[in-house]
């Protein structure tokens, strides 16, 4: 393998996440220095987790970090760089462990969900199921305390601790914070656009694409201006990235998302596409949207209604023209923030197939 | 106030409690500085950390980090210190809430617990038992957020980082790991002493006493001579607290523990009182531990019947005999140490009253 600066500070996706991949598997894989050797039950836990974070996956939030960092005007393959990026993936197997619990989830890509593998791993338990979920809830926060020993492990200089901490901090905090709000408004039906907007704001547009960035930017020393541009690209791009996921989760096909196209209906999760349509409905379509969204037992037929509905009433369309509108106004932003040709590149494929993507 | 350095630097427990509560209660009521005005539904998320977290309580893993500090040869009130305490009281909540959603217990110090409390709140959700269990696992998620907050405004510098950061990430490994043990073997009786003492050994000894104990000490510059005295008296004595923890659990005035004496039996809790209950049980009460320890449905008779057996098998006796083993050797270790004898008296104190508590 060559050490030529050029090729080791490549901005190709497919090679930035394989040197993600590598640092991630590195550090979940070494034994532990700090602790003693551990009995064989508790291992099971720490395989679990090696399994659902080195699965294949978008690697999004540390790619758009390691972006960040060149955006700043960072270069070469640093170290910490490299650990902040990952810890953001360990963080987010948190996030998705748990969420799959809340949502009382059975797949995740393709797999069965946590909580259902551990309760699968033991069938023999009267209380096997309550025993999946207390496991993925473990498992989750195993991911929590090892994405901060890996944040720890990036040992940032004070002045880098000043600039990336608060925004660590702040990008857990909206996660968390969306994610009640999400949890909130599921189950029923509803109108509040406003309030489905700023769940998708928390959660995905700060969460999974600003503090990213940002964070990379960050560390690269990136003053208040930059940070700004990077928040200008990177909130549109984010609403636009959740609205097409809402979309993939009662029209995207199973085969390809991975997880069942009707249980994003059955727990009545509540996007804006969902709020939009109830807002629009007419009274029938109303009623028929309280009785089926959000029913555990809805069938393929009544599935097929509420589609019929979400774009009867033009919510479908209306979505796609908001992903449209947002792709257009991250790309302005983008080029207004000048940043190198060859960093501009990447974010503009990043963010088309995040928008156009079908799973 | 005196601003005299004797009086700000007192080591009355007491008064250490209400210093560690005033810099959580500042940190938990202030507006966050880094994160904009937050919408009023998740704010509902926040106002439930703070009840909890100022709830009175024993303070044990701040106090046992301030004492740390002292037997470390740290003076004074320093702002490092008390952050590093408090956190470690906001990462305990953590702790605490997610434990009670696995053990799905209904009151904590005499209160609902997080998500019996949230499933209250929200009556009139179809869903009212799965939404108590989301919101409280959020809840946690966000204690522990709050607790890297709380760790990362103490600015620690590379030095103290270098020390105190792996004590940190192995404390919450241990208490992770801790809980899973405890998860795995609870639901049945088993005779399984070791695993009993290993779990025992993880989530109390070294999370709850041991590291908190270090992480003072770490953060006044001791050396590894002493951190393995802070050792030699924290690991017996956290055995000797888990111990007489789970003869509470069983045999404890449930007006003065503020929990159901029945509720460890029902849930079937692993301990090492009942481990050593199984293994000299005759068949006939080994039998009728098998069916009555970790049936939901176990009335009193059948509880009757239970402590009946663990002390009829000495099992109680041993439990007691070996918390008293334990305090010797922790006292034993706290003489050879050679603390400073303020420090000495007060960690006296805090092991008789862990060791004789009633609650």
Redesign the interface.
């Known amino acids: 393998m060559s050490t030529d600066a050029a090729t080791t500070d490549t901005l190709d996706p497919t090679d930035l996440r394989s040197r993600i991949d590598t640092a991630l598997a590195a550090f979940l894989r070494r034994g532990?220095?700090?602790?003693p050797a551990?009995?064989a039950?508790?291992d099971?836990?720490s395989t679990a987790l090696a399994d659902f974070v080195l699965a294949p996956g978008k690697r999004l939030r540390p790619l758009l970090c390691v972006l960040g960092w060149h955006a700043g005007g960072g270069t070469g393959d640093d170290e910490r760089l490299l650990r902040l990026a990952a810890s953001l993936e360990l963080f987010h197997a948190?996030a998705l462990i748990?969420d799959d619990?809340?949502d009382?989830s059975d797949t995740r890509r393709g797999r069965p969900t946590a909580h259902r593998a551990f309760a699968a791993r033991h069938p023999r338990?009267?209380?096997a199921d309550?025993?999946g979920?207390?496991?993925a809830?473990?498992l989750?926060?195993?991911a929590?305390?090892r994405a901060?020993?890996m944040l720890?492990a990036a040992?940032l200089?004070?002045r880098e601790?000043e600039v990336v901490?608060?925004?660590?901090?702040?990008m857990?905090?909206?996660l968390?914070?969306g994610?009640?709000?999400d949890?909130?408004a599921t189950?029923a039906a509803s109108g509040d656009v406003e309030?489905a907007l700023?769940a998708n704001r928390?959660k995905t547009a700060q969460y999974t694409v600003e503090r990213p960035f940002q964070l990379g930017a960050a560390l690269a020393g990136a003053d208040a201006a930059l940070l700004r541009a990077c928040s200008a690209f990177a909130l549109p791009l984010g609403e636009a990235y959740q609205l097409r996921d809402d979309l993939l989760g009662v029209f995207g096909d199973p085969g390809v998302t991975g997880k069942s196209a009707d249980e994003d209906l059955r727990s009545g999760k509540a996007t804006v596409l969902m709020a939009l349509a109830v807002r629009r409905a007419d009274r029938a379509e109303r009623e028929q949207l309280a009785r089926l969204v959000?029913d555990p037992l809805l069938d393929a037929e009544g599935a097929a209604r509420v589609r019929r509905i979400l774009e009867r009433t033009g919510a479908r369309d209306t979505v796609e023209h908001m992903i449209a509108e947002r792709y257009d106004t991250a790309l302005a932003a983008l080029d207004r923030a000048e940043l190198a040709p060859r960093v501009s590149a990447v974010l503009r494929r990043i963010a088309t197939s995040a928008v156009r993507r079908t799973a």
Do not use: K
């Not at 532990?32 to 602790?35: A, E, G, H, L, Y």
């Not at 901490?165 to 702040?170: E, H």
């Open positions: 532990r220095t700090t602790v551990q009995r039950p508790a099971e836990l948190f748990h619990i809340m009382a338990r009267r209380d309550a025993f979920t207390s496991a809830i473990l989750g926060d195993l929590l305390v901060d020993e720890h040992r200089s004070p601790s901490l608060p925004l660590v901090d702040a857990r905090d909206e968390v914070r994610q009640y709000l949890v909130l189950g309030r700023t928390l959000g």
